[in-house]
């Protein structure tokens, strides 16, 4: 499959369905918020290492969790129910990408979070598109996780945890909250054993399209999520 070159004058994408087998569409264009919401409505994301052009990707099959299909292992209960951690939304965003960012301990250097991308997410958290899930032990951030919402459809990018099982239980406290608020799935992207043991698991990219074309009538939640607990 040809991979397709995008310039900044014009806002648009081939189909997800050219992607090549490693689930890569294209290269180039820019991280303006228009095109990142097309970008996420059509079943495609960014992932580039800094100083290379934007790389948009499609992957096959495509790694989702359906908010009623969550695991929630009884090693995690206690940390529910004991109250061990305390979790919100929006009240840090740029601090949980930023965290997101910093190299993990025993992992490479670098990071796909580039200066480019955070000030990208920043303009769509202000927007009222993306938005974050803070974990905090006492009054010290421990985990968090951010990601873009469109209609019923959560875009999960990146976590963080400073402590044992901090982003699991923000993920999971995000995933309970979406499902009451009627979302389909939260998109997770590759596959990964972390968020496997969660519930995630693969499906067609053709059946995740099908679920993001229902997905264009539905109404977003924008705004701060702060007032939904």
Known sequence: MPVFWLTNETI???????????GILAV???????????????GIFPWFNEGEP???????????LFPSELKVSKSMRPFFNQQKFRATFDQAFETVMQQ????????????WIT????????????????HSVEVWEGEQLVGGLYGVAIGKCFFGESMFSKVSNASKFGF??????LESLGFW????QQKTRHLGSLGARTILRKDFLEILKKNETQESVIGHWGGLL
């Open 54 to 64: 934007v790389v948009w990707w499609s992957p096959d099959p495509r790694m989702v």
């Open 185 to 188: 799935l939260v998109d997770c």
């Open 115 to 130: 200066p480019e991308m955070l000030d990208a997410y920043c303009q769509l958290h202000e927007l009222g598109y993306a």
């Open 100 to 111: 997101c960012q910093a190299p993990r301990e025993k992992q490479w250097s670098g990071t």
């Open 172 to 177: 999971i406290f995000m995933v309970k909250k």
């Open 28 to 42: 180039g264009g820019d991280l303006s918020p228009n095109r990142l919401l097309m970008a996420y409505q059509n």
């Open 12 to 22: 648009g994408f081939p189909s997800p369905e050219l992607a090549s087998e490693e």
